[in-house]
């Protein structure tokens, strides 16, 4: 069955290749700005002296924040797990570093660190979040049964996270890591992309995007899809080896007893504006200990003094609210939609594997092709209206959602799911009933990963091709050196961000408390 999967993704990715080749020799989209496969091998062969000294450059900071990121993430998915108020304290820093706009900080980065510094930073921050989510939402949804077996029989609580939760959770950080490869060489590209540099993927893309070589635009987009695809797959790989080994064999019906935000009404409160204060005071303390200049970097209160208390105060917020009212529309849109697909293909992994098999090599070539890349070819085949920011939007959004959605899928206990089987359900009734009830915590994870990569998504089409919101807003302040209104739209999107996580959350607690499911935010 595994080795029919495997003919029908080859034999699919073959049909397309082919339905490609035909399109681009004949010129049918948009004059040639999708080229045929052949002519971009061409141009790649032809270009080869120049790749290997940007390949090298964007695997060192790839592979760098990677490592780093995903080490600081599983730590930390460790302890927020372990201590509710700890995650609680973090939650805004968390959700911070998962929504900061690369295209906003990258040129700060560049101006306010040296070397591969900003590269690494940004490919850190891309894995962070995705991961230490898996971790925590892994070690949360452990078998309570499990955990009372080793206390029963004197373990301690060290040996109850190594020998029960740690090793259940490897399936969901592992899921993580899937998604998190792919986001370590964007991080990278975009740093380069927006931050100079002599070498690197993105640098070479820069160098690219004027000269109306789309077979070139092409030849670089695929490379980095490659390394991404192939890290993707290694993890992928990985995953499939270790599933059977950590793969529950029953539901488990305990309850578990987690303790949410319980405590004394002012505890409460004193932990929600701790929670929103600290990402202001680091942010504060890294300003004041990168040395910068404060033309270039801004405080929080240089923030506030630019929007609310400066001479052109009142004209920077009608830019940014009327930016915002262009902005935050479309970003609903594709954040519904880009969840609802990712939901239907999960869906379909259950029910037909063999399409989603089929499917998979188009999907990674959506998520890994760096957005630079191709939006430039996009706004030749859809131009600059919604449709491209919709397209983009949706092709952000939901390739993390799908992948932690088809892991809650499938960890759901064959067992359970032969039940209504055997009193004649049907199939459907069997998801319905069963496995998508079982997954929930996996559906408001997915939820929460997509909000911020949303507005990301329409930033970059805003940024790059349609000259509208945020995104927009944002280029032109780069142009103009309006460094108050850079660090505004960083700090409203990240604002925004956190509401939108904020309101998932409050939904995942209220629905999940009801069905005696233990949260994972």
């Known amino acids: 069955m595994a080795a029919e999967r495997r003919f029908a993704g080859v034999r699919n990715a073959l049909i397309l290749l082919l339905l490609w ?28 002296g120049d790749y290997p000294g940007h390949i090298i450059a964007t695997l060192q900071a790839s592979v760098a924040g990677f490592v780093i990121g995903n ?48 590269r690494i930073t940004l490919a850190a921050l891309g894995v962070y979040f995705v991961t230490m989510t898996a971790t925590v939402i892994g070690i949360a949804q452990a078998d309570s049964r499990a955990k009372d077996v080793v206390r029963a029989y004197g373990g301690s609580r060290w040996q109850v996270l190594r020998l029960v939760q740690f090793r259940g959770a490897v399936p969901s950080i592992l899921a993580g890591l899937r998604i998190a490869a792919p986001n370590a060489v964007l991080g990278a590209i975009l740093a380069e992309f927006g931050g100079g540099g002599r070498w690197g993927l993105g640098t070479y893309l820069l160098g690219s995007l004027g000269r109306g070589e789309p077979d070139r635009l092409w030849g670089i987009g695929l490379i980095a899809t490659l390394i991404a695809g192939l890290s993707y797959a290694g993890f992928a790989l990985l995953s499939r080896k270790l599933l059977g080994a950590t793969k529950a064999v029953t539901l488990n019906a305990a309850v578990p007893t987690g303790k949410g935000d319980s405590g004394p009404l002012w505890a409460r409160i004193g932990m929600a504006l701790a929670s929103v204060a600290l990402p202001f005071a680091l942010w504060w303390a890294l300003i004041k200990l990168s040395g910068a200049p404060s033309m270039i970097a801004k405080t929080p209160g240089d923030v506030f003094t630019y929007l609310f208390l400066a001479p052109s105060a009142e004209t920077a917020q009608a830019k940014l609210l009327a930016a915002l009212a262009q902005t935050l529309p479309i970003t609903f849109i594709g954040m519904v939609a880009g969840l609802a697909f990712a939901f239907a293909l999960a869906i379909l992994s259950k029910l037909s594997p063999r399409f989603i098999s089929g499917f998979m090599p188009v999907a990674l070539i959506t998520q890994t092709m760096p957005l630079v890349a191709l939006t430039p070819l996009l706004v030749l085949i859809l131009g600059r209206g919604t449709s491209l920011t919709l397209w983009i939007t949706i092709s952000v959004t939901f390739f993390p959602a799908f992948v932690t959605l088809a892991q809650g899928l499938a960890l759901v206990p064959r067992s359970a799911e032969d039940l209504p089987r055997a009193y004649g359900a049907s199939r459907w009734t069997e998801l319905r009933m069963v496995t998508i009830p079982a997954s929930l915590p996996y559906l408001f994870a997915a939820t929460r990963l997509t909000v911020p990569r949303a507005l990301l998504g329409v930033m970059i089409a805003e940024w790059l091709a349609t000259g509208r919101g945020i995104g927009n807003l944002l280029n032109q302040s780069r142009g ?11 700090a409203v999107s990240v604002i925004l961000s956190v509401v939108f996580y904020q309101l998932v959350v409050v939904v995942e607690r209220r629905v999940l408390g009801r069905l005696g499911m233990a949260t994972s935010e």
């Open 71 to 118: 080490v600081v993430a599983v730590a930390a998915g460790v302890i927020f797990a372990l201590s509710p108020p700890m995650l609680r304290l973090f939650r805004g820093i968390n959700i911070a570093a998962f929504a900061l706009p690369p295209i906003a900080i990258a040129p700060i980065l560049a101006l306010t660190l040296s070397g591969m510094a900003p």
């Open 480 to 490: 103009y050196l309006d460094y108050g209104m850079i660090w505004s739209v960083a």
């Open 21 to 48: 080749e035909v399109i681009g020799q004949l010129g049918l989209v948009a004059g040639g700005a999708l080229p045929p496969p052949s002519d971009i091998l061409i141009r790649l062969w032809q270009d080869r």
